[in-house]
T-cell receptor, first 114, second 111 residues
Framework: DGGITQSPKYLFRKEGQNVTLSCEQNLNHDAMYWYRQDPGQGLRLIYYSQIVNDFQKGDIAEGYSVSREKKESFPLTVTSAQKNPTAFYLC?????????????FGPGTRLTVT | GIQVEQSPPDLILQEGANSTLRCNFSDSVNNLQWFHQNPWGQLINLFYIPSGTKQNGRLSATTVATERYSLLYISSSQTTDSGVYFCAVKGWETSGSRLTFGEGTQLTVNP
């Protein structure tokens, strides 16, 4: 089955610790994205990658880092510099990053930092 | 950047009723998607519709790109239709394929 997987579904961390969220896709898509959702709000773009070994900051990149070493994988690290990391994180992918192509989403990871 | 406004913010219906959700956007778009977010948070693709009209069962959508709005119609609503409906767009001037999301419409369908 083709799709996007995110793990874990729930993640709990202590303040001051870095944490890495996994995102894997087997759709053979070039572009991948990370979004953050806070309660009662829409999604906001953190980072996106148009191709392997390339990525760009989105609207709220501060306190986050990413890597894109493989086409299938786009992990997101939430660093201790992120002031309010508790949120729902969603990964997405699309065939390419140019023009209008449909984005598909993974099931998300709920991160709680105390 | 491009702005997206959805209305109404909340909608409560009785099962079997019809509804119309609206999405206004501030600039020309080459990508517009409607999503349904279920209670577990999963975003389900409903329509990819930068222009024109599409139908899928009880759901249909129309985008009038020249007037910068899109409508999502839900007919004969069911309790399973409850959740948040998001409109997301990509402007022609936006780099890459990044989507800008509206704040969503929270739909509650009562039995």
């Amino acid at each position: 089955d083709g799709g996007i997987t995110q793990s874990p579904k729930y993640l709990f961390r202590k303040e001051g610790q870095n944490v890495t969220l996994s995102c894997e896709q087997n759709l053979n898509h070039d572009a991948m994205y990370w979004y953050r959702q806070d309660p009662g709000q829409g999604l906001r773009l953190i980072y996106y990658s148009q191709i392997v070994n390339d990525f760009q900051k989105g609207d709220i990149a501060e306190g986050y880092s990413v890597s894109r070493e493989k086409k299938e994988s786009f992990p997101l690290t939430v660093t201790s510099a992120q002031k309010n990391p508790t949120a729902f994180y969603l990964c997405a992918s699309s065939i390419t990053a140019s023009g209008g192509y449909e984005q598909y989403f993974g099931p998300g990871t709920r991160l709680t930092v105390t | 950047g491009i702005q997206v406004e959805q209305s109404p913010p909340d909608l409560i219906l009785q099962e079997g009723a019809n509804s119309t959700l609206r999405c206004n956007f501030s600039d020309s778009v080459n990508n517009l998607q409607w999503f349904h977010q279920n209670p577990w948070g999963q975003l389900i693709n409903l329509f990819y519709i930068p222009s024109g009209t599409k139908q899928n069962g009880r759901l249909s959508a129309t985008t009038v790109a020249t007037e910068r709005y899109s409508l999502l119609y839900i007919s004969s609503s069911q309790t399973t239709d409850s959740g948040v409906y998001f409109c997301a767009v990509k402007g022609w001037e936006t780099s890459g394929s990044r989507l800008t999301f509206g704040e969503g419409t929270q739909l509650t369908v009562n039995p």
